[in-house]
């Protein structure tokens, strides 16, 4: 499931008690999901000490500003880039719950002046630096290679009654690493405890070199054919990426440039983002951008900020290309390209990320023959293209493998399966178990846990 947040309470040797969460996020994509989000906390959010968060993806960062104007005013820990990024995610997220808040009558989750006065509470924390929490207790992260900033976090103190130092490890979201454009997931190798993703559990993604190919020869259909392809994505990681797939192709004339539109103000503020910490890019990106390259620039790309150059697409003749937000297609300027084009037979929808249940991405995804957009039901005459070797996230067979090296060091005890579909988390558990020799465990929702 989505909207990650996990509550560690932990006793130092002097007896005093820590409060510690690991991501507050938004639940997304199930009807459920608004009465999630709206619900109470199950914790008083003015005892917590500590907020860690592992990255800026808005199902990790999303419910904070509620935290906080529920009574949180401890600190908040991350890498410097997400906290960066997630202040501009945070802006955009206010946006569409302020929206959605108008559209159903009902008071907004959380106000600007959360938003301004959580960042108050936000510090920053590089890789590869312990940092105490109180007697005892100390984090550390590590890179996760997820997205730009993600991190695993290390939780290091002395358990009352086991009356040695335990490690627990948070992995956040797993990278599918190697990555396009950063480094590749570090190794874990002393934890006792890992609370670990299960997106893609029970399933593999295609190799690197077959999505290149698949988004190429989609691209050479658009341009032949005078199509007009239209792509949903993640305006953090996903953009960047399909970014520079196409530079590689059309500055070294892989394909014929075409007009390509990055239809989204908050893919382009990230982008920057990306660009100003160049330094936690791979060898590879960071040697390239030596050399004089703009890997997220190209001729014929153009940014499009203002809502009525996002309108003037529609007067370029096809053949084009419109990146657009968000990912799922469940909010922003996506959905209404979609609207005008998913009943056109000439328009390529491609889908390159994780589509979340109940959202229009995974009806487009699962293949209906109608969908609902704005309150309007229309016929899918859309060709729909789907590349699974653009996420963000190890596969099945990955993440067994990062299980595997943590367990060569002798410490691990258990792994808990999370933030996946029950389906896949219950798959990956089993692999474990088999496969590796793991004790391994999903845990329900609310479930309390003694380690």
């Known amino acids: 499931m989505t909207g990650e947040n996990f509550l560690i309470e932990q006793t130092d040797k002097n007896g005093n008690l820590k409060k510690i969460l690991v991501d507050c996020g938004l639940m997304q994509g199930t009807r459920t999901a608004e009465s999630f989000n709206r619900d109470p906390f199950p914790y008083n959010p003015s005892e917590i000490d500590y907020l860690l968060v592992t990255h800026a993806h808005i199902d990790h960062i999303g419910r904070i500003p509620k935290l906080v ?210 330094s936690y890019f791979n060898d590879k990106i960071r040697a390239d951008i030596a050399s004089g390259d703009d890997v997220f620039k190209f001729p014929k790309l153009k940014f499009t900020v203002q809502a009525e150059e996002s309108e003037r697409i529609d007067f370029t003749p096809n053949p084009k290309i419109i990146i657009a937000g968000s990912g799922m297609s469940n909010g922003g300027r996506i959905v209404h390209h979609e609207r005008d084009h998913v009943s056109d037979p000439k328009a390529t929808i491609l889908l390159v990320g994780y589509q979340a249940t109940g959202t229009l991405g995974r009806q487009l995804e699962d293949g209906v023959k109608e969908v609902t957009i704005y309150k309007d039901k229309m016929k899918v005459k859309a060709k729909i293209e789907k590349i699974e070797g653009y996420s963000s996230h190890k596969d099945s067979d990955n993440l067994v493998a990062f299980v595997e090296k943590a367990n060569e060091g002798g410490k691990l005890k258990k792994v808990f399966t999370v933030m996946g579909e029950p389906k896949s988390s219950l798959f990956l558990v089993q692999r474990l178990r088999d496969e590796i020799g793991v004790e391994a465990e999903y845990p329900e929702y609310g479930e309390t846990i003694e380690l």
Do not use: C
């Open 69 to 278: 104007k529920d009574g949180f005013v401890g600190k908040i820990i991350s890498t410097p880039p997400t906290k960066e990024i997630a202040q501009f995610l945070l802006e955009d997220a206010l946006k569409i719950l302020d929206d959605e808040a108008r559209r159903e009558g009902i008071l907004p989750l959380y106000e600007e002046k959360d938003v301004s006065k959580t960042f108050t509470l936000w510090d920053t924390l590089e890789y590869h630096k312990a940092f105490g929490l109180g007697d005892d207790i100390s984090i550390y992260l590590r890179d996760s290679g997820h997205i730009l900033g993600s991190a695993m976090i290390e939780i290091s103190g002395l358990p009352a009654q086991a009356g040695g130092v335990e490690k627990v490890v948070f992995t956040g979201d797993l990278g599918n690493s190697p990555s396009l454009l950063l480094k590749d997931t570090e190794i874990i190798t002393d934890a006792n405890y890992i609370i670990m993703e299960s997106v893609y559990g029970d399933r593999n993604h295609e190799s690197k070199d077959l999505r290149r190919q698949k988004l190429q020869d989609i691209i050479q259909d658009t341009i032949t054919n005078k199509r007009e392809l239209i792509i949903p994505a993640f305006s953090l990681e996903r953009t960047q990426m399909i970014l520079y797939e196409m530079n590689e192709f059309f500055e070294n004339d892989v394909l014929s440039q075409i007009p390509v539109f990055l239809d989204s103000p908050l893919a382009i503020k990230i982008t920057k983002v990306y660009e100003k910490y160049s």
